[in-house]
């Protein structure tokens, strides 16, 4: 059946057939252009402020677009989600344990470099960038440019934050000579091998083959140095254990805070001790220690207490889930490896000497 459109529409019609044919239906929706967007523009002023060209920054914000599937990704992280045993699961695969080996042997000359100047272990860096990337293998499908543009003007609590990661990346795309819509990554707008944040790049990435270049995207030498270079600068304390195993009753008991990610331990070994939970005995009691409670299973509970590096670990991703991967993942390279753990050996410490 035929149906006669008036005049207008009839154009309308006609001229969006046109728009299809030429294909520019596939151009950018433009939602962040600064000759549309206050915020952006403002940002454009911010930024040209430091230095960096006005031009280019009209065209990469001109060149964002709006995406939901990004806020919908922010609402649901994993580690907000699933027990202790699922999200173990995610991370302790045979591949990547296998990888992660394979890795550190491909790079084995940074890792020692790494291990010497930071004190940081190369099975706890190639754990780091196995749980992130898969040693670079999946770095992110979502363009960061898009990601950070998203949340840095609709995410409803969180937007003066990536305001500021979304400034730090259009630096970082800039001064490196970047096409920023061209460089790709999670949908919190994480990069590279290690998924740094734009301002953690900026801050601790490193260049680590002097090469005159800090590339977290496709430099796994720089990646290496640059996670090292992360928990050097976060306090890391060379040759110190990361955790103890813990004795404990059938369920998390009152009394103690349990699970305190991205905050120093503060949890006297003596009161530990006194809520049902096996303190070493190389303890001071005045110790300090990080109680984390994991759930395995129905009615199983495993009890660990951090110490300090643990805490370090946290402050790479703010959960004691991440620890934990991260520390068992680096447990099963270097048992691969045929090489015994060394963060793994009792402290006889106090905090006074530790510190």
């Not at 915020?39 to 454009?44: G, N, T």
């Not at 045993?85 to 992660?100: M, Q, S």
């Not at 740094?196 to 601790?204: C, L, Q, V």
Request: proline share 6%.
């Amino acid at each position: 059946m035929t149906v006669s459109l008036p005049q207008g529409k009839r154009w309308m019609a006609w001229f969006g057939g046109l728009l299809l044919a030429c294909g520019t239906s596939s151009l950018p929706a433009a939602d962040f252009d600064p000759q549309r967007h206050a915020e952006a523009r403002q940002l454009v002023e911010e930024l040209a402020g430091r230095g960096i060209d006005r031009d280019w920054l009209e065209d990469a914000l001109a060149e964002a677009e709006f995406r939901q599937p990004v806020l919908d990704a922010m609402a649901g992280a994993a580690e907000r989600r699933l027990t202790w045993h699922e999200y173990r699961n995610i991370f302790l695969d045979a591949p990547r344990i296998a990888n992660g080996v394979a890795f550190i042997e491909a790079h084995r000359a940074a890792f020692e470099r790494a291990r010497a100047e930071f004190g940081v272990p190369a099975e706890v860096i190639a754990a780091i960038l196995g749980v992130e990337t898969r040693y670079g293998e999946v770095t992110g499908r979502h363009r960061v440019l898009d990601s950070l543009s998203t949340l840095a003007f609709h995410h409803p609590s969180r937007g003066r934050f990536f305001r500021g990661e979304l400034a730090a990346f259009l630096e970082i795309a800039f001064r490196q000579g970047r096409a920023p819509g061209s460089l790709m990554g999670s949908y919190a707008g994480a990069m590279g091998y290690p998924q740094f944040i734009p301002t953690s790049y900026r801050a601790f990435a490193v260049d680590f083959d002097d090469d005159g270049l800090r590339d977290l995207w496709d430099n796994p030498v720089d990646a290496i140095g640059s996670v090292a270079n992360y928990f050097a600068e976060h306090g890391w304390r060379p040759e110190e254990p990361l955790y103890h195993e813990a004795e404990g009753p059938a369920v998390p008991p009152d009394g103690i805070e349990f699970n305190r990610a991205a905050r120093p331990p503060a949890v006297p070994a003596a009161e530990v001790a006194a809520a049902g939970l096996e303190v070493p005995d190389v303890l001071d009691d005045d110790h300090r220690l990080l109680p984390v409670a994991l759930e395995e299973g129905e009615d199983r509970w495993r009890y660990v207490l951090g110490e300090h590096n643990f805490y370090v670990i946290t402050r790479y991703n703010h959960s004691h889930l991440y620890a934990m991967a991260v520390i068992e993942l680096a447990e099963a390279i270097a048992e691969a490896r045929g090489r015994e753990p060394d963060w793994l050996e009792a402290t006889d410490t106090t905090p006074e000497e530790a510190s």
